[in-house]
């Protein structure tokens, strides 16, 4: 794990991956590549409850929510040797948290996105900081009532931190790598007068809001469309 640690191109051996899957990833060989890779992939609605699949799950289950779509494009950005880094992007608590995969362009920063919307998918890498990148999901980044929700982003985090036994092959959910995104520390985006001065977003962009790639499935039975969110608060699953 510690060689693997600074490995700045990985092999397929070191990751667990077969040769289909790391040939999906090495199939990926630019930031649009990825991004199209995510977008074409359904959303996943978590229907049977909470899910954070790991690269090899949303492989073969082919569906993702924004962590997972991130683990994903954060993989296949080390399989062509680009560190694999990560953003957390926290809200306040009438929202969910986003994650997004970090890649650099000189000294600018783009993000890759699995988004259900149109609004929080992928960034050109044109952003000095990571505060301008973050920012610049902060106007469409709202709650079901038009409430302007992001409030923080963490540092980029290298994912080359964790064993890929736990984000790129687990068949359990990657709770340990969610936490540890979420217990990064975090920085603010704007002050607590801010906050209570923001608008809401019009009705015209609320309604816009509601249009989705991957509509929700219709329920099948009473208990088939049950869905927990329980208090670790994981990313949003839509838009």
Known sequence: MSELRFRRR????????????????ARLGS????????????????LGGETVHSVRAVLRHRVA????????????LWVHGEPPLVMHLDCD??????????????????ALSKSN????????????TLRELAMSYFHEYFDPRGRKTLRSY????????????????????CWCVHDRLAAL????????????????????????????????PAPTSAGSDARTRGSRRAPRAGP
């Open 10 to 25: 990985p092999r397929r051996e070191d990751l667990g991956l077969a040769a289909r899957e790391y040939g999906v990833l």
């Open 31 to 46: 930031p649009p590549r990825i991004q199209a890779f995510l977008n074409a992939i359904p959303a996943n609605h978590e």
């Open 65 to 76: 929510h924004c962590i997972e779509g991130a683990l994903v494009a954060a993989c296949a």
């Open 93 to 110: 608590t009438s929202d969910y948290p986003h994650v997004v995969a970090l890649f650099r362009r000189g000294r600018c920063w783009g």
């Open 117 to 128: 919307g149109t609004w929080l998918r992928y960034r050109e890498p044109v952003y000095r």
């Open 154 to 173: 963490s540092g980029a985090y290298d994912l080359r931190r964790v064993a890929p036994a736990l984000w790129v092959l687990s068949a359990d959910a």
């Open 185 to 216: 520390r975090h920085y603010p985006l704007l002050s607590a007068a801010q906050a209570r001065a923001l608008t809401r977003r019009d009705p015209f962009e609320r309604r816009s809001a509601l249009h989705v790639e991957y509509p929700r």
